[in-house]
């Protein structure tokens, strides 16, 4: 059996590459072919030379220029993937048994050219992108139960924009493939069975994955001694990629909450640690410390991080499944969140942290404030969120999951 990723984007950090090394160690013939990668693997297929590097982000900048007639966009994602590739013809040079995709978008592949891979095609769903006309979080919108148009994030007051011809598109491109469709969260698939694309592909939801060798517990004072933070201070972590500057994962809202937080006389207690993102330009003032450390790309760091702080925040407006949480569980730090998207699928409230009401700065203070007060509850908290990952998310049980999909899959015993 030879698995063949196809992904715009593959780092260390990755839910793909993850599962990657997963097959890998369960001895899986398992292979890359990306657009944009910033680790160092003997089985990756990336752009070769600067000519491809260069042309890898030209896309990307060429596939966005049609959002240019939206004058009344909302700042959300949106991939129309109309620029052409040459991914088929990668994909045959390496013969598998079959086709992963993964995130697909940023001009990586048209969405015409998924009809014309000559093997049977398994597709992770991270966003609902696959099945919407083009945006990669809907929110409240339903329009992909029906033919999208009038589209928020366009900010769009017409029913045949680009995000209905984007979903007309996938529609006669995508009614011949036989697509084993497979959600990284139930809330995700459910999404999915609900779609106009995807209500009548077999859908299979598998959790994303997690080395729990990697995010692990340790000491809390060696961890915070290594990387130089107070040992008489409670820490409040928070961090995702751009997580300063993407709206959705919420530092807008988590400053709402900490405001809410300082009128409980804390301030001498606390310090905030910020990874993924850059301070904003007026600075911030609760009180209390806030410690910027820049993107973290090594795990070894980034799993001494998460074991120093006495609790995790990602209050995101949407999550399919947050890579950020699971990270924190595995350590052994409580996390505190909004209850959406597939969020409640890692966090078991006032079990192994807290969830509170969407989008409500006062019930995400009384979260972080629960946890931070509750001395006799850290240890069952800590110990909860370990046995929750092995559980349910170790790396090695996803990886065999998939195999037993890719058997099913290829009619193999």
Known sequence: ???????????????????????????????????NVSIDDPFLNPPKGYFEQ???AIKNILDQYPLKIYKRRTGGFFSPSIIPDLIVKKIKAEN???????????GFIQIE?????PYPIIWTLHDSWPFTGGCHIPYQCQGYYNQCGYC??????????????????????????????????????????KSSIFHNSSINPIHNGINVNQFKPIDKNFARIALNLPLDKKIILFGAINSTSDPNKGFQQLINALNLLSNRHLEQDIELVVFGGKPLKNKLDFGFDIIYTGTIYDEITLSILYASA??????????????????????GTPAVAFRVGGIPELIDHKQNGYLAAPYDPN??????????SGEKNRYDLSRNAREKILKDFDIQHISKKYIDLYKRTLNMP
């Not at 050219?113 to 891979?117: G, P």
């Not at 019930?363 to 931070?372: E, K, M, N, P």
Request: charged share 15%.
């Open 363 to 372: 019930d995400l203070a009384q979260g972080i404030y629960w946890i931070l």
């Open 113 to 117: 050219s998924l009809k014309k891979i």
């Open 54 to 56: 260069g042309l890898s």
């Open 152 to 193: 928020p994030v366009l900010g769009s007051n017409h029913k045949c924009d680009l995000s209905h011809l984007g979903w007309k598109r996938k529609m006669q491109s995508w009614k011949k493939i036989n697509f084993t469709i497979v959600p990284v969260s139930t809330w995700l698939a459910d999404c999915a069975k």
């Open 310 to 331: 006495d609790v995790f925040i990602a209050p995101s407006l949407s999550e399919t499944l947050s890579n950020t949480v699971m990270e924190s569980l595995a350590c």
């Open 1 to 35: 059996m030879k698995v063949l990723h196809v992904t715009n984007s593959f780092h260390a950090q990755s839910a793909g590459y993850r599962l990657h090394r997963g097959l890998i160690e369960q001895g899986i013939d398992s292979r890359i072919i990306t657009g």
């Open 96 to 106: 598998p048994s079959i086709v992963h995709l993964h995130w697909i978008c940023g």
